[in-house]
């Protein structure tokens, strides 16, 4: 692997950023890193990528301020709003990072924020219309700050929307360390982390099948803002005219640069982008099974069986079963 292929986890560090949740974040990973790079015969390359990133004095926008791998450039997998240390941020610099997350979200970052961070992720503008969680504390407001936001769940832990990752408690920065680690190097590496660090690892990362992430880091932008709409809309339309015309290309155009930049076809990304939504309501919801299947997007609840058991490997009343909170 090179070290541009190397998954990169940036944590912003802006004005009254909870300083622990930046060093712990940062220990978390680099622990798994080893043990990663031990399971490969002790190799030196690189596995998992941790860096800062902070406004200099008189800049504009940020830059890496530490990187654990020796390599300024690249676009990161992921950025990190950590929580504030006492009161939230105040809005008027939260304003000043919206343009840059805008930026990096569109060219394919992973944006993930803790607790009060997602008052800085907010006004990016990447969470209209989604369902998002932080904590209770902060619901009202969120909601007040961001109107557009779909929905303020703050029962939950962690919402996993692919492109956008929120978190709630302050120190549910644990959590999210756990989730990228599973995310980037596995189940295996996760739990073994976890297990090191007397940590207890995220509810549904217990679980033998981890959950869909798509690749957004491929560098094609037509294909990236299909994966955005898809994540926002819940591929609720996954017609091939209506997906190619949003990417503004010709239909076998859009087919074969779609599965080369994901690795998968059309269909099978947007059948597990349907899976994945409907594990979550199976785990965290009592809604019938049909319903789930209708809510995602399948008509008819045979099909929507077929396609979960083929991804998933149980059946959704087996999953549930198994994997309800």
Not at 189 to 202: G, K, Q
């Given at each position: 692997m090179s070290v541009q292929e190397v998954p990169e986890i940036g944590v912003l560090i802006y004005p009254g950023a909870q300083m622990a949740a930046v060093l712990g974040l940062t220990d978390i990973c680099t622990v798994a890193e080893g043990f990663a790079r031990s399971r490969q015969g002790g190799s030196h390359t690189p596995m998992l990528r941790v860096s800062h990133w902070q406004t200099p004095s008189g800049g504009d926008s940020p830059?890496?301020?530490?990187?654990?791998?020796?390599?300024s450039d690249g676009l990161p997998s992921v950025l990190i709003l950590p929580p504030a240390l006492g009161a939230p941020i105040v809005q008027k610099i939260a304003r000043s990072y919206a343009g840059w997350l805008s930026h990096k979200h569109r060219d394919g970052t992973t944006l993930a924020s803790v607790c009060s961070g997602v008052l800085v992720l907010g006004e990016s503008g990447v969470l209209r219309g989604r369902t998002v969680t932080t904590h209770w504390a902060y619901g009202d407001m969120l909601r007040a700050r961001f109107p557009d936001v779909g929905r303020v769940d703050s029962d939950r832990l962690i919402i996993d929307d692919g492109d956008i990752i929120t978190v709630g408690g302050v120190m549910a920065w644990t959590d999210l360390a756990l989730k990228l680690v599973d995310r980037f190097l596995g189940p295996t590496?996760?739990?073994?982390?976890?297990?090191?660090?007397?940590?207890?690892?995220?509810g549904r990362e217990q679980s033998y099948y981890s959950t869909f992430s798509p690749r957004l880091t491929h560098g094609d932008a037509a294909v990236l803002k299909v994966q955005h709409w898809l994540q926002a809309t819940e591929a609720r339309d996954v017609s091939l005219p209506t997906l190619a015309g949003q990417a503004g290309l010709e239909e076998r155009t859009f087919l074969r640069r779609f599965q080369k930049a994901t690795g998968f076809t059309s269909t099978d990304y947007c059948q597990r982008l349907r899976v994945g939504k409907a594990q979550e309501l199976l785990q965290f919801s009592s809604r019938p099974i049909e319903r789930i299947a209708w809510e995602v997007g399948y008509g008819d609840p045979s099909a929507f069986r077929k396609v979960f058991l083929r991804i998933v490997g149980l059946s959704p009343r087996e999953f549930r079963q198994r994997f309800q909170a």
């Open positions: 830059v890496r301020v530490f990187d654990t791998v020796a390599e590496i996760m739990l073994e982390t976890a297990r090191h660090l007397l940590v207890d690892p995220p």
